[in-house]
């Protein structure tokens, strides 16, 4: 049954995930990730899961293939400087096609940085992050119902497609508290194991090899043209995005994540001020909406649009490359765990982009 509960982010996301089956976690302290292995700490053996606290990132990661590999609903979550060390192993588990699930809560960088909130892990996430040419599922909620939400789901999307999922949020994300809506525990108990788990049940012909290992260029090219070809129909069945007041928009605003929210109390702010302001907020940042950024494009009211990150500029590139010259694409952001405002948007807006 549906529960509602004050959760912080971290703690929502981590009962969502237990919510949605995850019976597996692997991971190791960094803020301002922690209190998500913490709540997985004493969670997971109450419902008879697994809970490693594993030596370091790398062999988090690589916990996370091995039961993954065998079927188990596992997911993994770090922090930037600890996403970097599981690069290798998500590569890896893209390139083997096991799903899991794996949540960045950003903090600001480059390097170790600080442990206060930014963006400038987009382009790790939605590029593929590690070597070779894969992508994720990833998706960018902006509240701590939106997490809950999308956690719940993950394991199916992530088991659908076999691929892994990756929930992109920030420090002030995971950190902030509010009220949400659990919903009911899925049961699994009844679910037979994929028939591609290597679960040590099949033998002879029949034996199940988790690899990503292809010595044969011919055979390595097919298993590219593969994964892109499923990664085409996630653009077609997986993007998400919302819409505010972008019906008669003249400037269009774009953020995601908890940005979004900030962006969106600068439309109300500018509406009122009589700019006719409106925001597209995509959800899923892999795949982008591309199309939907298009068609916004190709208005004759849309002046232009404005792009604005916790960052020095990443996700503008995907803005830019969608709306393909049609109208100018402006960037404005804040970097180093500084945030802006709703006012700095205006002020910048107002000022004509100076």
């Not at 996403?83 to 699930?101: D, H, T, W």
């Not at 006719?276 to 232009?304: H, N, Q, Y």
């Amino acid at each position: 049954m549906e529960e509602k509960k004050l959760l912080k982010g971290n703690e929502a996301i981590a009962e969502a995930a237990i919510r949605g089956g995850c019976r597996a976690f692997f991971g190791y302290p960094i803020t301002p990730q922690n209190e998500i292995p913490e709540y997985m700490s004493f969670r997971m053996p109450e419902v008879g899961g697994v809970f490693i606290q594993s030596e370091s990132e790398v062999s988090a990661i690589n916990m996370v293939y091995g039961a993954a590999g065998s079927g188990a609903r596992a997911m993994t979550s770090s922090s930037s400087p600890g996403i970097s060390l599981k690069q290798e192993g998500i590569s890896y588990i893209a390139g083997a096609e096991v799903p899991c699930v794996i949540v960045n809560m950003v903090r600001s960088g480059p390097g170790l940085g600080g442990i206060q909130p930014a963006q400038c892990d987009y382009f790790q996430s939605v590029k593929g992050g590690g070597h070779g040419d894969y992508k994720m599922l990833v998706y960018g909620p902006n509240s701590v119902q939106e997490c809950v939400d999308i956690m719940y789901n993950a394991f199916d999307k992530a088991f659908e497609y076999r691929m892994p999922v990756m929930i992109l949020g920030d420090g002030m994300l995971g950190q902030i508290m509010e009220a949400v809506t659990l919903p009911p525990m899925k049961d699994f108990s009844n679910v037979p194991n994929p028939d591609w788990a290597a679960d040590g049940t099949r033998y002879g012909n029949d034996r199940r090899v988790i690899n990503s290992l292809y010595i044969q260029p011919d055979e390595l090219e097919a298993l590219n043209h593969k994964l892109f070809a499923k990664y085409d129909v996630l653009q077609e069945k997986e993007c998400m995005y919302e819409e505010y007041l972008c019906e008669d928009a003249e400037i269009v605003i774009t953020a995601y994540g908890t940005v979004a929210r900030i962006a969106k109390s600068a439309v109300d702010m500018l509406r009122e001020s009589g700019v006719k302001a409106g925001l597209l907020r995509p959800i899923t940042v892999f795949p982008f909406p591309s199309d939907r950024f298009a068609r916004l494009a190709s208005r004759s009211e849309v002046k232009k649009f404005v792009s604005v990150e916790l960052s020095m500029g990443q996700m503008v590139e995907d803005v830019r490359l969608a709306v393909n010259g049609k109208k100018p694409v402006e960037f404005f952001g804040r970097c180093g765990g500084n945030v802006m405002t709703g006012e700095d948007i205006v002020e910048y807006i107002i000022k004509g982009g100076k």
